[in-house]
């Protein structure tokens, strides 16, 4: 069953800081820098492949909007909003970790978490992708959900949200589910570890697909999901 979560629901700074410490790791195993997720001055990552490396699913037109502009801009805010900040010389995940669930850090949190956010999901996604996972994924897999296709369906459900935000795979302690996440938040604030995401932000697909968000999430799934990088972040 899909399950929606919020930054309410929120863990002491360790436990937050626990839960990151795979995936950002993975970051830098699997393409991005370290430094873009650590030291004072945050850095637009680059993307793991050429911006039309996902056309006819996403095109490159989206992914200049999506990157160029989008995560770009994140990037600079977050800069702009920590500068001459006790935060200034924090991580990512740090900065996330001190500012989750706080009003008055809102600003920052959304910066910072849509940062974390888009630099996963582009390894989420791949040339040539979809298909079936790696076996041990696999079978993780079907003892959580049954199958393949009731744990895609699952995710395809975690799409149908209202306004914006991100779909999940992630590991909950010993079993794997999907949970749907609002805006900005993000699994790791809830304990979990994110193996894949899918973004439901109008601005992942509006341009190729108009208001056909299910069209966009099937292809995705079908066609450029990297299930090798869930399987990387659930070995992790």
Not at 170 to 183: A, C, E, I, M, S
Request: glycine share 8%; hydrophobic share 45%.
């Amino acid at each position: 069953m899909t399950e929606y979560t919020t930054s309410s629901q929120v863990l002491t700074r360790r436990d937050f800081l626990s839960a990151s410490a795979g995936a950002a790791i993975l970051f830098a195993v699997n393409g991005f820098p370290a430094g873009a997720l650590a030291g004072e001055i945050h850095s637009l990552p680059p993307l793991p492949y050429e911006d039309n490396a996902l056309e006819p699913v996403i095109s490159a037109n989206t992914m200049g909007f999506h990157y160029g502009k989008h995560h770009k801009a994140y990037v600079d805010n977050l800069n702009k909003l920590v500068a001459g900040t006790e935060l200034a010389d924090l991580s990512l995940e740090k900065i996330i970790a001190a500012t989750v669930g706080q009003p008055d850090k809102a600003a920052i949190f959304n910066n910072a978490a849509q940062v974390w956010n888009h630099t996963f999901y582009w390894q989420c996604l791949k040339p040539g992708g979809g298909g079936e996972p790696p076996a041990a994924l696999k079978q993780r897999i079907e003892a959580s959900f049954g199958s393949v296709d009731a744990c895609r369906k699952e995710l395809a459900a975690a799409t149908t949200q209202f306004g914006s935000g991100w779909a999940w795979l992630v590991q909950d302690g010993d079993k794997l589910k999907t949970v749907k996440t609002g805006n900005a938040d993000l699994p790791l604030s809830m304990d979990m570890k994110p193996l894949l995401t899918i973004d439901v932000w109008e601005h992942a697909y509006y341009l190729d697909y108009q208001n056909r968000r299910a069209d966009y999430v099937n292809a995705v799934l079908d066609k450029l999901i990297n299930w090798d990088f869930a399987a990387a972040n659930l070995g992790a």
